[in-house]
């Protein structure tokens, strides 16, 4: 957590490679309830995004240890964002829905993004990485127990 809080003062990025288990979520809320405590009084927005597997897992820790954010689930057929846009703190959705709605995602700018499973994006090539290259935030943060599967390029891209 102090190292993610380093790089979010310096506005600087990364990545967080532990093994499965070992609290990599826990960790990146731990870093959202540091922003906003340091940043009392000052509406910010964070971002989350992940597998659709887990998004309403992601949903629930953040409710459970996060009770004073505002999260807005932006998934499925209904999403929209009108909801975050006026009350929420934590947009968090899905990486399919990132890239259906990366031009509006776009258009936000986040204090904070963590991005979960970023090996998902581990292709240059992909849309998943063109998506996530368009999002505007002071600090992402990339959450993965696998930052190489095959090749050394991988890691470069993430």
Known sequence: VKWLWFLYSYGLSGLLCD??????????????AGVRNANKGKKMR?????????????EELLKKFLP???VVVFYGTQRTLKAFNSSADVLLTSYGTL?????????ITFEVAIL???QT?????????????????????????????????E????
């Open 116 to 118: 979960d499973e970023i």
């Open 99 to 107: 890239r259906s709605e990366k031009e509006a995602l776009s258009k």
């Open 46 to 58: 964070y971002f989350v995004v992940c597998p659709t597997s887990v998004i309403y897992h992601w």
């Open 155 to 158: 890691l470069k891209a993430l």
């Open 68 to 70: 004073e954010f505002r």
């Open 19 to 32: 093994d499965m288990g070992l609290g990599k979520t826990h960790q990146a809320m731990a870093l959202l």
């Open 121 to 153: 994006a581990k292709n240059m090539q992909s849309q998943t990485h063109h998506s996530l290259t368009l999002l505007k935030a002071r600090t992402k943060i990339g959450l993965t127990g696998t930052p190489i599967e095959n090749r050394l390029l």
